[in-house]
């Protein structure tokens, strides 16, 4: 099972900035995509930005050019930095992580299945 915390959320005025970081841990053998999504009141949960581990990013378009995702695979981290926030961005934040775990034969370390994981959720307000 795969775990990730998300830290770094709460309120700040039009044109502030901010920056989520998200820690994963588990039984984790491999980490392939991490991203962040985001879900506004009313709306449908969608894709902010992801970096696979060849670091390809991928970023909405509301988001670009104000926002930069990295990832940090020792650590085992990604950190969205958000400039230039306006009201439109506050949402809830989700942290995301595609990974395997691993399962033990004797002593030998097995992968297991790739499954997407979920954090909790940070809340994001921009006051105009």
């Known amino acids: 099972q795969v775990t990730l915390a998300e830290s770094g959320g709460g309120l700040v005025q039009s044109g502030g900035s901010l920056r989520l970081s998200c820690t994963a841990s588990?039984?984790?053998?491999?980490?392939?995509?991490m991203g962040w999504y985001r879900q506004a009141p009313g709306k449908d949960r969608e894709l902010v930005a992801s970096v696979t581990t060849d670091r390809s990013l991928n970023y909405a378009d509301s988001v670009k050019g104000r926002f930069t995702i990295s990832r940090d695979d020792a650590r085992k981290t990604v950190t969205l930095q958000m400039n230039d926030l306006k009201p439109e961005d506050t949402a809830v934040y989700y942290c995301?992580?595609?990974?395997?775990?691993?399962?033990?034969?004797?002593?030998?370390?097995?992968?297991?299945?790739?499954?997407?994981?979920w954090g909790k959720g940070t809340l994001v307000t921009v006051s105009s």
């Open positions: 995301n992580a595609y990974a395997s775990t691993y399962g033990m034969k004797g002593w030998t370390k097995y992968e297991s299945a790739y499954n997407d994981a």
């Open positions: 588990g039984r984790i053998y491999n980490i392939a995509d």
